[in-house]
């Protein structure tokens, strides 16, 4: 742990000790933001004042100590100096003495390499696990899918014996998740596409929120940006999923794609970080795609095993070719990693046909 994460976590502790809020913890390969976002704009209805949510990707060892301080941080897009790093510190150290925390808070445990969320459960015992599913992620930093397991069950082994942990009954490891589980264990039943409406709303019941509450919350559901958006665009609906990738992300995407009518079109990017079965798992998804769409567009050097019929190297490339072959009544699912650029499509499409967010 370094002097920042050392710091950062003295002055957490601190006043965690001192105010006692409930600690949530969501971790799991797919749909921990939009859980998280979802989950924690739910009870900020039902305790307004007393619930804070962890701000976009501040996940890691050094990230969850800043969730907790309500910092805002980018680090995709914010490059911050010594300087800027010694104000946020001394911050961190006032508000440990002098802030008082929400009574809730709403954290992502994300995990890159092996160890990460065995760490931040080290420093945080959540009150309420959360694992979402866990499947093929960041495999590249791993030595295998069962390391990626372990690091993930240690929310389910650290979450505290009078809590709770939540789990997918859909989740080929869920037994690894009871064995270690000292807390009581709640089964999930939910489709890919659906893990934050039905996580949200297992938990909220546990809490106490009111059920018309859930209900009508639940119906009106809104999405992180870039994670399964529809925009209406005239006679093409578009379906804007670019956040980022992964097996079990593009199974969801997919999911949602086959609701809709008409011609149903995926253009999906390379999965990055899968290690040496990276050439399986992309034609493993390609198979599983041609049960959904009727036409696969590949973008990308790893896409190329999607075996699509229509394959571009780069995102700027796609982005010039697929809007000629659009047609009225498409459905189209834009998918890929972050590295992939995938959003370049989106918004050549976007530019194209015109349109405006609307919610699933």
Known sequence: MGIR?????????????????????????IAKTSTKTALGELLNQQFPTQVRVGYGNLNSLLGVPLSIFGFELDFYKQKIGYFAWFKILLRAILRSFFKKLPKILVLEYGTDQPGDIEAITEQLPPDIGVITIVGPAH?????????????????????????????????????????????????????????????????????????????????????????????????????????????????????VLKKFPGRKVAILGSMKELGSDSEKYHQQIGQYAQKYCDEIVAVGLEAKHFGARRCYSSSAEASAKVVEFIEKGDTVLVKGSKSVNMQVIVDRIKNKFGGENVDI
């Open 5 to 29: 994460e050392k710091i950062l976590w003295w002055a957490a502790k601190r006043r965690i000790a001192k105010d006692k809020p409930k600690i949530i913890a969501i971790g799991g390969a």
């Open 139 to 255: 495999l590249a930093n791993y030595p295998s899918m069962r390391e990626v397991v372990k690091d993930e069950g240690y929310i389910a082994e650290r979450t505290k014996q009078n809590g709770i942990v939540f789990v997918n009954s859909s989740d080929e490891f869920l037994t690894d998740y009871y064995r270690r589980a000292k807390a009581r264990v709640v089964n999930v039943i939910t489709p890919l596409e659906l893990i934050a409406q039905k996580f949200t709303e297992a938990i909220a019941i546990e809490l106490g929120v009111e059920r018309e509450l859930i209900k009508e919350y639940i119906k009106n559901i809104k999405r992180p940006e870039h994670r399964l958006n529809i925009i209406e665009l005239g006679d093409v609906t578009l379906i804007d999923d670019t956040y980022n990738s992964s097996p079990l992300a593009v199974k969801a995407a997919l999911h």
